[in-house]
């Protein structure tokens, strides 16, 4: 099993950068797709990135694709969500997942472990 924290939200003006952090605990994020959804108010979660257990490879949603960036630094035990460019249809509350699966899937139910979620909020 898996413990995983979230971190790195805030508010920022649009065309501007945020790192989002997921810090797992329990087992090695070697094991685990990890993705990143999130979730604004009034509709369903969605599928941001993910990235396989070996880190090599990675899916973007393509409202994100060219502008966020998902990475996992194994000595660290923790992934990360560049996000670049910033614009005010990306405000959402931000969950990091890991799944045991070993393809990377874009559906939430696919993903076994979940953090707390980050608020991002993007405005000018």
């Known amino acids: 099993q898996v413990q995983l924290v979230d971190s790195g939200g805030g508010f920022v003006q649009p065309g501007g950068s945020l790192r989002l952090s997921c810090a797992a605990s329990?087992?090695?994020?070697?094991?685990?797709?990890v993705g990143w959804f999130r979730q604004a108010p009034g509709k369903e979660r969605e599928f941001v990135a993910a990235?396989?257990?070996?880190?090599?490879?990675?899916n973007y949603a393509d409202s994100v694709k060219g502008r966020f960036t998902i990475s996992k630094d194994g000595a660290r035990n923790t992934a990360y969500l560049q996000m670049n460019s910033l614009k005010p249809e990306d405000t959402a509350t931000y969950y990091c997942?890991?799944?045991?699966?070993?393809?990377?899937?874009?559906?939430?139910?696919?993903?076994?472990?979940w953090g707390q979620g980050t608020q991002v909020t993007v405005s000018s």
């Open positions: 329990g087992r090695t994020f070697d094991n685990y797709v």
């Open positions: 990235v396989t257990r070996s880190g090599r490879l990675t």
């Open positions: 997942a890991a799944s045991s699966a070993t393809y990377v899937s874009t559906h939430q139910y696919d993903y076994d472990y």
